[in-house]
């Protein structure tokens, strides 16, 4: 059986029906998405079944621009997202490059076996992996309006982008990496 066929067959067990998106997303673009380069998806596997290998949850990576509208970024808020300058060229920076947590989904079948922070740490630890190689300082997710996702997301430091959202609209949430964490985990 070739790999594809095998990961087809590990993720056709994959159940999300709190979040459809999320589901069809490992079912129909997640390989796909892969051979495209468009992003990376990293599946949590439960370590302690001796008889077969389980998806417990998965997570997609992908690189992504930020864009905030002008009249939303002060000068100040513009060198906090860059790190470094308010402007390029004398033009207001209003784009920036960002790691996307484009996906981010447990396993329903097997919900007990480990916690959304657990995942999030996951999570995060493989993002800053790619991060030390190849620099980067926004983490950004998009997620629903709902209170406890937001409070969820925002243990781990990540803060709504305040903007008037359309009803039904993702939120932007973004995370921006410190120094400290940056170098502690690139070893410099």
Avoid: H, W
């Avoid at 609209?169 to 410190?178: A, D, H, R, T, Y």
């Amino acid at each position: 059986m070739s790999d594809e066929l095998k990961a087809q067959d590990l993720i056709s067990i994959f159940v999300c029906k709190k979040d459809p998106d999320i589901e069809n997303f490992l079912k129909e673009k997640a390989i796909i998405f892969e051979k495209l380069g468009k992003s990376r998806t990293y599946l949590i596997f439960d370590e302690d079944s001796d008889d077969e290998l389980r998806i417990l949850a998965y997570f997609t990576l992908a690189l992504q621009v930020l864009k905030i509208p002008e009249d939303l970024l002060s000068r100040r808020k513009t060198k906090v997202f860059d790190g470094f300058s308010a402007k390029i060229g004398g033009e207001k920076i209003t784009e920036f490059p960002a790691i996307l947590i484009g996906q981010f989904g447990k396993n329903e079948l097997f919900l007990g076996s480990l916690t959304g922070n657990e995942m999030m740490q996951y999570c995060l630890y493989t993002l800053m992996e790619g991060q030390a190689r190849l620099g980067g300082r926004i983490v950004m997710l998009e997620c629903q309006d709902i209170p406890y996702l937001i409070d969820f997301y925002s243990q781990f430091g990540f803060f709504k982008i305040e903007k008037d959202y359309e009803e039904g609209e993702l939120l932007q949430m973004i995370k921006i990496l410190q120094e400290g964490e940056v170098i502690r985990f690139s070893g410099v």
